[in-house]
């Protein structure tokens, strides 16, 4: 009786425990959500995040408190050549992050723990032993291992297509649910019955088009399998938000209803 009497009590203890811990953390994010950046900030998001000042004035504020709680809770590593994440780096990653939940309910990518960044690509072994060359990954357990000179040049230039860090941070979301399917978790009233119909045409359509070497608003790296085409039409819908509704116009208005966010309407 006394046992039991004990593990009681501690699971009560752990209880009250977690809640405090809970209750401390959206206390936190309550007071860093409100902060905002100085004019040095301001210019490197400016110079490298170039889409930071085509969102609406009221949003870049949001962005910047989301981008203060991103920094606090997320450890960056350093790999390779590189010897520090510099506060460049820090703010353009945690920037084209947090611009994925700029809209939505924000968890700050609750499962992840650390940001890897090498200074160029890199070489990652295969589970067959072989070696490939990479710009970034995102691991389901925890990690976003990002080529630092890719995330510069695909920030910067917002018209390309092409942004490794928005390409796997969308590779982050799609993984939230458990599993890397290219079906994320939507919010409340947006059908998931409608996503998979409007994604698995628009992936057949556009593989067709790929195979027969036709040239595409995606890029061609879409056509590997359904998540990567959903992070690809991510890309593509914050870079080229006109190409993608005009071509794509289904897709379009998908991934409008998941990021909440009309990325025509800032041009």
């Known amino acids: 009786m006394e046992i039991i009497t004990l593990i009681l009590f501690l699971l009560a203890m752990t209880g009250v425990y977690l809640l405090a811990a809970?209750?401390?953390?959206?206390?936190?994010?309550?007071?860093?959500?409100?902060?905002?950046?100085?004019?040095?900030?301001r210019e490197i998001l400016r110079r490298e995040v170039p889409i930071?000042?085509?969102?609406?004035?009221?949003?870049?504020?949001?962005?910047?408190?989301?981008?203060?709680?991103?920094?606090?809770?997320?450890?960056?590593?350093?790999?390779?050549?590189?010897?520090?994440?510099?506060?460049e780096m820090r703010l353009v990653i945690a920037a084209n992050a947090c611009l994925l939940q700029l809209n939505r309910k924000p968890d700050y990518y609750e499962k992840l723990r650390s940001i890897l960044v090498y200074p160029e690509a890199y070489v990652a072994s295969m589970p067959n032993g072989?070696?490939?060359?990479?710009?970034?990954?995102?691991?389901?357990?925890?990690?976003?291992?990002?080529?630092?000179?890719?995330?510069?040049s695909g920030s910067r230039n917002t018209e390309d297509g092409h942004n490794v860090a928005l390409h796997e941070f969308a590779h982050q979301l799609d993984q939230a649910n458990g599993t890397t399917d290219g079906l994320p978790k939507l919010s409340e009233g947006h059908s998931y019955r409608e996503w998979a119909r409007t994604f698995q045409a628009a992936f057949a359509k556009f593989s067709a088009k790929v195979n027969k070497g036709k040239k595409t608003v995606i890029d061609e790296y879409g056509a590997t399998n359904a998540p990567e085409f959903f992070a690809v039409a991510t890309e593509t819908f914050f870079e080229k938000p006109k190409q993608l509704k005009k071509t794509y116009p289904e897709v379009y208005e998908q991934l409008q209803k998941f990021y909440k966010l009309d990325p025509v309407s800032w041009s």
Do not use: N
Request: one cysteine or more.
């Open 22 to 41: 809970h209750a401390d953390k959206d206390s936190k994010r309550a007071r860093l959500v409100r902060e905002r950046f100085g004019e040095k900030q």
């Open 52 to 87: 930071y000042e085509k969102i609406p004035e009221q949003q870049r504020g949001i962005l910047e408190g989301m981008i203060h709680i991103f920094l606090d809770e997320k450890h960056f590593e350093p790999c390779g050549d590189l010897e520090e994440v510099t506060e």
């Open 130 to 152: 072989e070696e490939q060359l990479r710009l970034g990954e995102s691991w389901s357990s925890g990690s976003v291992v990002l080529s630092w000179a890719s995330v510069k």
